[in-house]
């Protein structure tokens, strides 16, 4: 793939981005305070499956379109998702190649989780990393804008 079909891909992937963030913002403010030490009632867990819904999805659009993209614009090879979030760390494009590792272990444990057992946990760890999450997109964001200037 060529740089322009790159920069166009890169393009489309923050469009998808920037209109999933409101929601998950709406989302995670609803949520960030919750006292998950009493008993959860339907209604706040539907409000957390949905924060969970959104954060796989953000994550996946930012780990695996936009990083991703990043990485082929500037030619580097980083054929794994660890070498991808240690070169981002390195080049300055995320502030944390660990967080990001986080981020997307618990994504897969998301996608992966079918025992209600462990919904709590997962729910605070959501929370918990939302804010690592947004932090790496806004300085990708600076990179990005610095980038196509």
Known sequence: MNTLNLQSLLDLNWSLLK??????ERSLVKCRDL????????????SLDALSSKFSRLSDIYTQKILKTIIFLLREDAPTFLDRMNLC???G???????????????N?????YLNENLIEIYMEIIR???????????????YIKSKN
């Open 19 to 24: 209109q999933a963030l409101p929601s998950f």
């Open 35 to 46: 006292d998950f030490s009493s008993l959860i009632s339907f209604e706040i867990e539907e």
């Open 89 to 91: 760390e390195k080049l």
């Open 93 to 107: 494009i995320i502030p944390s190649a660990d967080e990001m590792i986080a981020i997307r272990d618990l994504r």
């Open 109 to 113: 444990t998301i996608a992966h989780e």
């Open 129 to 143: 990393l939302s804010d690592s999450l947004l932090t790496a997109i806004v300085e990708t964001e600076k990179f």
